[in-house]
């Protein structure tokens, strides 16, 4: 019986010895293991961008701001139209280490704002600035403006000005990659995150896993009652605007001496369609440019024509390319293209069936 169970004993340990074999050779890539992905340093990532992110104060309420770019002398801050406004004498901005705000037309210069996207610039004087320039990041560096949504469940964290007590991190991950979302009287394409942006945070950036900014805070779905005193409570649904449209509405405003950012006027509306009992959410973009208007239907990387004005096109007809480049996937990437664009130029859109242009 002893030795029986010894038997035993030794082919289980060899079952086992095989089976750890086996699977550390799936794991091998050129004959390397492939070791366990790291956890995230968010303590890292907050002091890298520690020095970049910025208090506001408009009269007695308070904002963030975040350096987009610094060459030494000034820094380059985008921040929340709702925040600061567009009166660069009433705007005082507070860096990392300092107790006082700098502020006076002296020292602060409106770039623009965007009223629609919610969006706006100062440029402050602030000699020895140590923000990092996120335009052009140092080579090998995390740090920089990302391009394109980040998947959903992605980690991240805002550092804002949480109710006006400093600037603090609130972690929390992607929940929504992409949504087209009512805030502050316009529909546009807004992230979402579970990463508390409380009264004070607009304006913060929103910084991933990796260490790249994927976006400004604008602020948090808000609780509502109903007509019978009923509370609904919402939590985490918090907004959060798309780098690539902050860094296009940028290079418009500092490309321009006017106050308002001048662009091609885009918009959108949501809405849903039901289809054999089956109920989808219809995303549309409208486009207008002196007496020529036009609707788009959104689907990744296509639109299609669903009605026009002052122009002779087909309805229905399906467009992938946007002044002469590919559609991209998201409502986001293509609304900076449109942004980019310049808006007493060409518009045009074409498809196999021609093109259409405003």
């Known amino acids: 019986m002893c030795i029986k169970r010894k038997n035993r004993i030794f082919a289980v340990i060899i079952s086992v010895i095989i089976a750890l074999t086996a699977s550390l050779l799936s794991a091998c890539d050129n004959g390397e293991v492939t070791p366990p992905p790291a956890e995230t340093d968010f303590s890292s990532i907050f002091a890298l961008y520690a020095d970049n992110v910025t208090e506001i ?11 987009i770019s610094c060459d030494g002398e000034s820094a380059d801050i985008a ?35 965007d009223v629609k996207f919610d969006v706006a610039f100062y440029r402050v004087q602030k000699p020895g600035c140590k923000a990092r320039n996120l335009l052009t990041p140092a080579e090998n560096s995390v740090e920089g403006l990302r391009s394109g949504i980040s998947p959903e469940g992605t980690k991240v964290i805002a550092m804002g000005n949480s109710m006006g007590r400093g600037i603090a991190a609130f972690d929390g991950i ?3 990659s992409e949504e087209i979302e009512l805030f502050g ?11 508390a942006l409380n009264g004070g945070s607009s304006g913060a950036p929103v910084i991933d896993e990796s260490g790249k900014v994927i976006g400004m805070g604008v602020g948090r779905h808000k ?21 690539e449209i902050v860094l296009a509405l940028y290079k418009k405003a500092v490309s321009s001496d006017k106050a308002e950012i001048v662009r091609p006027d885009v ?6 369609v039901t289809e054999d009992n089956v109920t989808r959410e219809e995303v549309t973009v409208k486009l207008s440019k002196g007496d020529k208007r ?3 239907v959104w689907s990744g990387g296509m639109v299609t024509l669903k009605s026009c004005e002052g122009l002779s096109a087909v309805t229905g007809a399906e467009y992938n390319k946007f002044n002469g480049k590919t559609l991209p996937s998201s409502v986001s990437g293509l609304t900076a293209m449109i942004i980019e664009a310049d808006s007493g ?10 093109s259409l242009i405003l």
């Open 174 to 176: 992607v929940s929504v």
């Open 345 to 354: 130029g060409t518009l045009e859109f074409w498809g196999e069936s021609g």
């Open 57 to 67: 104060a408009v009269g007695n309420t308070y904002g963030t701001g975040f350096v």
């Open 79 to 113: 921040t929340c139209y709702h925040v600061a406004g567009s009166d660069p004498a009433a705007v005082r901005f507070k860096f990392n280490g300092e107790n006082n705000f700098v502020g006076g037309t002296e020292n602060v210069t409106l770039l623009g704002y």
């Open 267 to 272: 918009s959108f509306t949501r809405g849903y």
């Open 223 to 243: 609780s509502s009652v109903d007509g019978a005193g009923n509370v609904t409570v919402v939590t985490d649904m918090n907004y959060v605007t798309p780098a």
């Open 294 to 296: 036009v609707e788009f």
């Open 185 to 195: 009287g316009y529909y546009k394409p807004l992230l979402r995150v579970t990463a």
